[in-house]
């Protein structure tokens, strides 16, 4: 069955470093979007990313963040000076319209700022 | 603003019981539904889904019911099992786009052995 597999699983970080998050989507999908999900919490929409451009984004996806689809496999989520509260596990997902399945969630990277 | 939410945080059911799990939406605009099923240390796994053309879609042994009516949604487990236990997610969307899908705040479902 197809996946999303995302990298690192769990990357440590010390405060104000930058980070990159990868992931590669399912290879006929064509929406690719990053979550978040702190402690305990629910699951939260970063950003949606749609013919090589963002096509929304939360409140919480400020400047600090950005992404890309360098090729036609990986799709990066880059917080350029993390916080302490970046602190997270962040899942990466894609869908193909049409196909009734939801969206395919990856594993997720445990992101620690320290 | 749209939201969705969950009526219990918790439940816990004896093995071979059924389960119940239910969930409230805000936004009348939503017309796809998906439910996904958290397990320690994983991404969300998807389960079922329904479109709000339908008020009853059926799975191996689950089942989800939409109440337009009332903005409610449930699933249900047959005959819950221990590996049932996880994290319950709804979330939804509009069909016509897909921007995102928002979740609630998750149902932790734990079976008694």
Known sequence: EPEVTQTPSHQVTQMGQEVILRCVPISNHLYFYWYRQILGQKVEFLVSFYNNEISEKSEIFDDQFSVERPDGSNFTLKIRSTKLEDSAMYFCASSHPGQGDGYTFGSGTRLTVV | ?113
């Open chain 2, 1 to 113: 603003g749209e939201s969705v939410g969950l009526h219990l945080p918790t439940l816990s059911v004896q093995e071979g019981d059924n389960s119940i799990i239910n969930c409230a939406y805000s936004n009348s605009a939503s017309d796809y539904f998906i439910w996904y099923k958290q397990e320690s240390g994983k991404g969300p796994q998807f389960i079922i889904d329904i479109r709000s053309n339908m008020d009853k879609r059926q799975g191996q042994r689950v089942t989800v019911l939409l109440n337009k009516t009332v903005k409610h949604l449930s699933l249900q487990i047959a005959a819950t099992q221990p590996g049932d236990s996880a994290v319950y997610f709804c979330a939804e969307n509009r069909v016509a786009s897909y921007d995102k899908v928002i979740f609630g705040p998750g149902t932790s479902l734990s079976v008694i052995p």
